[in-house]
């Protein structure tokens, strides 16, 4: 069983929402990430948060818009988003030193609908 | 940007087959990982590699680093149903370890 949790696990909304996706994990891990993947591709990387920090955002829209609000807690913001956003979003956690040994540890996933 | 190619994009095995997908790269990583994928669910972790020319087993699964630190293969022995799905390599790069590179998946199917 994945120990990074994701809600809701799936969400349905319209252009003019606001909604957020949570993510928690309980493994100490100084580093979480969001990422995004479509049917039948790869997930592509979004944010990465380090000790709190964002340390890398991947030309994201602003209507993607991340929170660390401690160590444990990841979350994603989504506004004024369009159809094309639908997608499973995935986050992720791993320790933060950058070393071998550093395996990063995926969430079942928030399935995203927008109408 | 770096590009893992991960092979086969597919299989159609019989339960029981043994299967081999490997994935390349012309840069060098200090950590390759193997997930599967179910439909609908996220990643999960199969076997992480963090030495060149580690051998690791888990199961019937057996992965290893290549000594050239650009490749690894993933070896699933005697295949059964609950095998099916996608299977994804990553790299951790040297630099810019936090980015991962993912292959593009191979998704096996299996009749039993």
Redesign the interface.
Known sequence: DTEVTQTPKHLVMGMTNKKSLKCEQHMGHRAMYWYKQKAKKPPELMFVYSYEKLSINESVPSRFSPECPNSSLLNLHLHALQPEDSALYLCASSRADGSSGNTIYFGEGSWLTVV | GQQLNQSPQSMFIQEGEDVSMNCTSSSIF??W?W?KQDP??????LI?L??AGELTSNGRLTAQFGITRKDSFLNISASIPSDVG?Y?C?G?PIQG????V????T?LTINP
């Open positions: 200090n950590t990982l997930y609908g669910e996220g990643p999960v972790l992480a963090y030495k996608i994804f990553a951790r370890a936090q980015k991962l993912f292959g593009q998946g998704r």
